[in-house]
T-cell receptor, first 112, second 113 residues
Framework: AQSVTQLGSHVSVSEGALVLLRCNYS??????LFWYVQYPNQGLQLLLKYTSAATLVKGINGFEAEFKKSETSFHLTKPSAHMSDAAEYFC??????????FGTGTSLTVIP | DAMVIQNPRYQVTQFGKPVTLSCSQTLNHNVMYWYQQKSSQAPKLLFHYYDKDFNNEADTPDNFQSRRPNTSFCFLDIRSPGLGDAAMYLCATSSRDRGYEQYFGPGTRLTVT
């Protein structure tokens, strides 16, 4: 079965600290991988995606993620958290390009 | 700007009264999706259209139907809403030409009274 797991449903960091949100997928075939952010009462916004090019992917708002095939991981990082980063973050995988599987989400709190 | 538009943003309906949510896109993407998202949960795919081909998820209740009259528009019909159908409904589009990343609309929050 193909799935994606986000470890930690809630993550709190201090403003200016490193943000690390974890995502692991289960598949023998490297998928397309995505990170989305969702603010309250809004749709999902794409932060970045991996589509078999460079393993280190840079996205918007200073976020980046590294695809590690050996660990089947695609963790999201940001060197310095900002208050505006507080939101829900979803990792998603796609194998066919038509169907997407979302993780359960990680709620990020930024402490002033 | 090219975008995914959902109307209305907030919809209140009565228990058992049919309701239709709409989605339109100016991106000319060939794939359109409908997701249901309940509070503090991940979006759950209900169905998607690949061009005109309709693809229903196995666990999508029969109470939910969809129509895609043309490339730009897609509708979600809930024939007899129950209290458990109260949720945010998200429309998304994607295209093989754009690496299949999904573009989401702002969502319609459905309340069932």
């Amino acid at each position: 079965a193909q799935s994606v797991t986000q470890l930690g449903s809630h993550v709190s960091v201090s403003e200016g600290a490193l943000v690390l949100l974890r995502c692991n997928y289960s598949s023998s075939v490297p998928p397309y991988l995505f990170w989305y952010v969702q603010y309250p009462n809004q749709g999902l916004q794409l932060l970045l995606k991996y589509t078999s090019a460079a393993t280190l992917v840079k996205g918007i708002n200073g976020f980046e993620a590294e695809f590690k095939k050996s660990e089947t991981s695609f963790h999201l990082t940001k060197p310095s958290a900002h208050m505006s980063d507080a939101a829900e973050y979803f990792c998603a995988v796609s194998f066919t390009g038509n169907q997407f599987y979302f993780g359960t989400g990680t709620s990020l709190t930024v402490i002033p | 700007d090219a975008m995914v538009i959902q109307n209305p943003r907030y919809q209140v309906t009565q228990f058992g009264k049919p309701v239709t949510l709409s989605c339109s896109q100016t991106l000319n993407h060939n794939v359109m999706y409908w997701y249901q998202q309940k509070s503090s949960q991940a979006p759950k795919l209900l169905f998607h259209y690949y061009d005109k081909d309709f693809n229903n998820e196995a666990d999508t209740p029969d109470n939910f139907q969809s129509r895609r009259p043309n490339t730009s528009f897609c509708f979600l019909d809930i024939r007899s809403p129950g209290l458990g159908d109260a949720a945010m409904y998200l429309c998304a589009t994607s295209s093989r030409d754009r690496g299949y990343e999904q573009y989401f609309g702002p969502g319609t929050r459905l309340t069932v009274t």
